[in-house]
């Protein structure tokens, strides 16, 4: 099959926006295999970014997640915070992720978070066995990354400038809204 992402395509800022807004089932038609092992993990972070970017221009908190199948590095699964969108508490960029790659053995992933995973979220993570979380943030939101690699998820930072920028953005257009992510509408 024809894909227009293969071998000889540059990793661009549009190729990387492509395969943000593409639904993960689709991907395979978009680029192939050889594409998807030249995405480095800043290709793969700013990926993420662009989910934040997306939940934001939902309205919602700017949070985006990828997972990838550490031997053959393709996406398998990827989604962005939708608390507002969906009226939903916990449906924040990782949770998004891991139900949009379905049941998968986790522990063969690697999960592209442009933020420092909630208390839910780490939860998750390691109890689905991700064996790798890369983080994009732990300027604005920091945390659970010693409980991640306390439960053996190996960590680690790889901040996005344009990620950092947007979610301290957020946070001061909306701190309500950032609150009750975080900790719910009680905190509020």
């Not at 998807?36 to 662009?50: F, K, N, T, Y």
């Not at 604005?140 to 996005?160: C, F, H, M, P, R």
Request: with cysteine; charged share 25%.
């Amino acid at each position: 099959m024809q894909t227009l992402l293969d071998a000889g395509t540059d990793v661009t800022e549009a190729a990387l926006a492509a395969i943000a807004h593409m639904p993960t089932a689709s991907l395979p038609v978009l680029m192939d295999d050889a594409f998807a092992r030249r995405l480095s993990d800043a290709d793969l972070m700013r990926i993420a970014v662009l989910l934040a970017q997306k939940s934001y221009d939902e309205g919602g908190c700017p949070i985006g997640a990828v997972i990838i199948d550490n031997a053959t590095r393709r996406i398998v699964g990827k989604g962005h915070n939708t608390l507002v969108q969906e009226e939903h508490p916990y449906n924040h960029g990782e949770t998004s992720a891991m139900r949009d790659a379905g049941r998968l053995d986790f522990s063969r992933t690697t999960l592209f978070t442009s933020l420092s995973p909630c208390e839910v979220c780490a939860t998750l993570l390691y109890m689905r066995g991700v064996s790798r979380v890369v983080v994009g943030d732990v300027t604005n939101a920091s945390g659970t990354e010693a409980l991640l690699e306390s439960k053996g998820v190996q960590v680690d930072i790889l901040e996005d400038p344009r990620g950092i920028e947007l979610y301290a953005h957020f946070r001061a257009e909306k701190p309500q809204l950032d609150l009750e992510d975080w900790k719910g509408r009680r905190a509020l």
